[in-house]
């Protein structure tokens, strides 16, 4: 059963969906994994690389949508891991779904997202991400809306009020002066557009590829798989696209919480100044940028190099 | 089952499951590729671990690190220490491992600037229980990588009289090398296929005349408080030899060669007290003076090496003219 249940002090809408509380908290292992291929999975035994289908616990349905984002049939693959190729075929598949769920009459506003990490709610291990259809608009976008009313476009101003933390031609990977989370990163393509739709291949491939790179920096910054939320603003055609990374890791596995301040006030408190979190994660991308995935197999056996036995 | 056109060679086809949910799939041009095949060097951010990962590097073999700290290797490498499960994880979502060059090791105690018992825990946690979780990943697999292990002459302890050969019982005498013993025996049960070296450390710079600036590295840095007296103790280790050592055993092991225990390095692992001793240094407290000398006939026989130093004394002569013949903060290479 989901209902839509409105707050009567800020008109705000609340989901409620009293079925998740049966969705599996764990996933025990591979074989139980509902995300990995398998005759009773989630995804069946068709080969695939992207794989999405509707949420079995869905916090939407008819009105709104909530989608699952499978990004790769191996359990252990991660987002910012996937070949390059596999990355861009990610963002097609995001803007494939949006774009569908996007013309649907109950559908108000689309949110492709990722919580990744246990500590950041994932309920299941396997790779994947969201996207909610709101039958709404949600309070953030609205309030963004309101604000931006008007004015010229910020995001085409984004060097304003953000830190850069890695340039590409068509995108800018920004660090807002105003972080709700440490760390916290907008990807922002220099092209006032209002959807992944309106991208160009051209852009896709560097988007992509800047998004692995800023996962793969969080991870080298905390030195482990840093849990975090991505989304996607697509504000549609007179906004400007964006796609946010907000990290809950304050380094060494310290996590930072939505506390009363935010979760009473919604007033955020960050303990990171901006311009250090600007600087860690410049030089976490950079070290990124030489990484890039081995294209050949290659075996450390050298056939020239005579083959002695252990004899002793 | 029908196929619906997706930008970019992707291929979208649609399944219906008996629930009425749809499943939609997207395939690239093909299948997922295999995944490329490296070697992992754990320890990649240690004095040993990341010399190893650049010689491979420049041999044009496909590395990937497993480091503590930053090891600013041209290769992919994730953070973490070699007993971290998500970086394993992370590195063995993009890469299959070969050969696993396994050379995390803890600094050696730094003589007298942490708890003696505080050092053997973390000795322990480095050696033993790293590597243990560290082969856990693989425990019931039956294609398990091969590991290298980086091993030490210490594991002997000290012997009289020398020369010690790879038969030789193990008498280690300290928390790190007791450790670094269960560490082979954990390896040598647990890895179907792996190759123990124990490093004998010489004195003297390597035979092209190098010498580390390892004092500009973290793991000289770790152990500063031992280094100061004594600047050519880590400036002079034969760092190529075992080097090559290592890689010869991973090619050995990757070519199907069988299991083994080797001595290596160039003949002579000398103690902080015989050093000193050799550099005419009061002895650090509290290690004894005491020096061991490998025999090196078996890794002579398998890959064909003479040991290089016949005399410890000699040795620390040249490698303090080596040092003080150079600006204290020179770069390696
Ligand atoms: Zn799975
Ligand atoms: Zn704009």
Redesign the pocket.
């Known amino acids: 059963m989901i209902s839509l249940v409105a707050d009567v002090l800020t008109d705000e809408w609340v989901s409620l969906a009293d079925a998740r509380q049966e969705r599996p908290l764990t996933s025990p292992g591979e074989s139980a994994c509902p995300f990995c291929p398998g005759p009773r999975s989630e995804v069946g035994l068709t080969p695939f690389h992207v794989a999405v289908f509707p949420n079995r616990y869905p916090v939407f349905d008819h009105p709104g949508a909530a989608e699952v984002v499978v990004y790769s049939p191996r359990h252990q693959d991660d987002y910012g891991h996937l070949s390059p190729a596999h990355g861009r075929l990610v963002w097609q598949v995001w803007r494939d779904r949006s774009a569908a769920l996007a013309e649907r009459t109950d559908v108000e506003s689309v949110l492709v997202f990722e919580n990744r990490g246990r500590r950041m709610g994932a309920t299941i291990d396997h790779p994947h991400g969201q996207i909610y259809g709101y039958p709404y608009v949600p309070p953030r976008l609205a309030h963004e809306r309101q604000v931006g009313h008007g004015s010229a476009?910020r995001?085409?101003r984004v060097d304003a009020w953000t830190l850069p933390a890695a340039e590409a031609p068509h995108w800018r990977l920004v660090v807002p002066r105003a972080m709700r989370m440490p760390y916290q990163l907008a990807l922002v393509p220099r092209r006032?557009v209002g959807t992944l739709a309106a991208l160009s291949q051209e852009e896709v491939a560097e988007g992509a590829h800047l998004l692995q790179r800023a996962y793969r920096a969080y991870d080298r910054l905390m030195g482990y798989r840093a849990a975090l939320a991505m989304g996607v603003h697509q504000p549609g055609r007179a906004g400007?696209l964006r796609l946010e990374c907000l990290p809950i890791e304050r380094g060494q596995l310290r996590q930072k919480y939505l506390a009363s301040s935010e979760l009473i006030m919604g007033a955020f408190v960050t303990d990171i100044p901006a311009e250090r979190a600007a600087e860690r994660l410049q030089a976490a991308l950079a070290a990124e940028s030489l990484m890039s995935p081995a294209s050949s197999a290659h075996h450390p056996g050298d056939p020239k190099e005579p083959r002695h036995d252990h004899s002793c | 089952m029908s196929t619906g056109g997706a930008e970019d060679g992707a291929d979208a086809a649609v399944w219906v499951r008996p629930d009425g949910r749809s499943v939609r799939y997207y395939r690239l041009g093909e299948l997922l590729p295999p995944k490329p095949a490296v070697a992992v060097v754990t320890g990649a951010d240690t004095y040993v671990g990341r010399a190893l990962a650049q010689a491979l590097i420049s041999a044009g073999q496909p590395v990937a690190a497993l480091a503590a700290v930053p090891a600013d290797l041209s290769a992919p490498s994730v953070l973490g220490r070699a007993g971290f499960h998500p970086a394993w994880e992370a590195m063995l979502a993009a890469h299959d491992a070969s050969v696993i060059f396994h050379c995390t090791r803890r600094p050696f105690p730094p003589g007298g600037t942490r708890p003696a018992r505080r050092e053997a825990a973390l000795a322990w946690e480095t050696h033993v229980a790293d590597t243990l979780e560290m082969l856990r990943r693989w425990e019931r697999d039956d294609d398990a990588p091969p590991v290298v292990l980086l091993s030490s002459a210490a594991v002997y302890g000290a012997y009289d009289p020398h020369p010690v050969s790879e038969r030789t019982a193990l008498h280690p005498d300290s928390a790190w090398a007791e450790s670094l013993a269960a560490a082979e025996a954990l390896v040598a049960k647990v890895a179907p296929r792996h190759a123990i070296l124990r490093v004998f450390e010489v004195v003297g710079p390597d035979d092209r005349g190098r010498v580390a600036d390892s004092r500009a590295h973290p793991w000289t840095r770790l152990a500063a408080g031992f280094v100061e007296p004594l600047p050519a103790m880590w400036d002079c280790v034969a760092l190529d030899e075992v080097v090559a050592a290592l890689m010869r055993a991973g090619r050995h092991l990757a070519g199907g060669g069988p299991s083994l225990v080797l001595n290596v390095g160039s003949g002579i692992a000398a103690s902080p007290g015989k050093l000193a001793d050799a550099f005419g240094l009061p002895a650090p407290p509290p290690q004894p003076a005491r020096g061991l000398v490998a025999d090196m006939a078996c890794m002579q026989a398998t890959w064909g090496w003479a040991p290089a130093a016949p005399n410890l004394g000699a040795l620390a002569r040249a490698s303090r003219r080596a040092v003080q013949g150079r600006p204290a903060e020179a770069p390696h290479d």
């Open positions: 476009c995001l085409c006032h400007h």
